[in-house]
């Protein structure tokens, strides 16, 4: 009998031992570790072996040192060199975080470093405009003596600056810095006040001098990323950016006000420099600032910049057409009677005598919706499309006249100087 029950406890010993062999070989595989053959074959050696050789309990330590052998503990440099394979494996090396602030800011230094020496600073002598006296106060400098009164940016391998007007405004001489401490003369070449832009020229050049590209300010969403470079207080080639901020503003101070505004700083001393967009080509000329605001700047857009610039080399000024009569908003009341739009149309409010409107037979109360086509968008849009043409061109009007639409054909003349 004895001999009998010795027989079942080593049946039942032998069962209980494949069966935990079995589970760890599946838990192992669960955790994607496959077992070799060697590694979940059952031996003699007893339970705490077999239990051992999963080593993935709490407590459990892993003895599975030699194939077969699960009673001798492996070597300890090789249980280091795995735990280094798992902890690769299933710990990967994150990124630092300078890393990843690197990936998702990147820095605006290659920009500068490549537009920066398109740059100029604009030094004028005998100036007498308000700017020009009131960057003499500043500076303590007298008139006679050449002083920091702007910014500029090469836009031309023949050495054509472009700046403000207000920069040179009553100047005698002209004196332009380089981003090399190189001081170089220069000419004026045209001049625009109603726009406030100007033309320089260097008068001597070399192959060193670099120029910036003319970029195109219509594709600009507010929001977008510029970054300003100038001279502010006679710093010279100061770095700022923020963002567009507005479009299409009107300051009030001309009839072609069209200014891009930006929050990136603008001081006295920034005007006539450029704003860049993120591929390094200048999209405005910086301009004007509001007065006791923060972020507040305007530039001339690189669009209008684009069309006076044959203008301003070859003539040294701008022709403008001119209409010959005021116009206005619409108001409520003719909205309503012409199905028109807030944004549509322009209504005749005076005619001048004798000017190209009266001779082309246009009265007052008449409503013009188009000139050549285009679509007018108001009184202040209007103005603005005329003046684009030359004086003596003949242009298209459409315009209503009591409710009836009719067409009408008028020579321009000449816009009168301010």
């Not at 009553?170 to 004026?188: F, H, K, M, Q, S």
Request: aromatic share 4%; charged share 20%.
């Amino acid at each position: 009998m004895w001999r009998e029950l010795s027989r079942a406890a080593v049946l039942l010993w032998a069962a209980w031992a494949l069966a935990e062999s079995a589970a760890i070989s599946e838990r192992a595989e669960a955790r994607g570790v496959p077992l070799s053959r060697q590694e979940s074959r059952s031996t003699t050696s007893g339970p705490s072996a077999v239990a051992g050789s999963g080593g993935t309990d709490a407590g459990e330590a892993d003895f599975s040192g030699g194939a077969g052998d699960l009673t001798s503990p492996p070597d300890p440099k090789t249980r280091v060199l795995d735990a280094q394979n798992i902890g690769a494996d299933r710990r990967p090396t994150q990124p630092t975080a300078t890393a990843r602030a690197s990936q998702i800011i990147p820095s605006l230094a290659p920009l500068v470093q490549r537009v920066r020496p398109t740059v100029v600073e604009v030094m004028t002598t005998g100036g007498q405009g308000f700017f020009s006296r009131l960057m003499s106060a500043l500076t303590g400098q007298s008139a006679a003596m050449p002083h920091t009164i702007g910014s500029g940016v090469l836009i031309s391998p023949d050495g054509i600056i472009l700046t403000n007007d207000h920069v040179i405004d009553g100047a005698t001489g002209i004196l332009v810095r380089l981003e090399d401490g190189r001081e170089l003369e220069a000419r004026l070449v045209g001049r625009d006040p109603e726009t406030d832009v100007a033309l320089l020229q260097l008068l001597r050049m070399d192959e060193t001098i670099t120029f910036a590209e003319l970029g195109d300010s219509r594709s600009l969403r507010v929001g977008d990323f510029v970054v300003a470079i100038g001279n502010p207080f006679g710093l010279p080639l100061t770095v700022t950016y923020g963002i567009i901020s507005g479009t299409a503003r009107e300051l009030g101070d001309s009839p072609f006000d069209s200014y891009l505004q930006t929050d990136a700083a603008i001081n006295p001393g920034n005007s006539g420099g450029p704003l860049f967009d993120l591929d390094g080509r200048v999209v405005g000329i910086n301009t004007a600032i509001v007065d006791q605001a923060d972020g507040i700047g305007f530039a001339v857009p690189s669009a209008l910049i684009r069309t006076l610039l044959p203008l301003l080399v070859e003539h040294g000024q701008v022709r403008r057409g001119f209409l010959g009569a005021s116009a206005r908003n619409l108001l409520d009341e003719e909205l309503r009677a012409t199905n028109l739009r807030a944004t549509e149309g322009a209504c005749i409010r005076s005619i001048h005598r004798d000017g190209p409107a009266d001779e082309a037979g246009l009265k007052a109360g008449d409503i013009v919706i188009s000139i050549e086509g285009e679509r007018v968008l108001g009184a202040a849009h209007l103005i603005r499309r005329v003046s684009q043409f030359q004086p003596g061109q003949s242009v298209r009007l459409q315009l209503l006249r009591d409710g009836v639409e009719e067409e009408v054909i008028v020579e321009l003349g000449e816009r009168p100087r301010p």
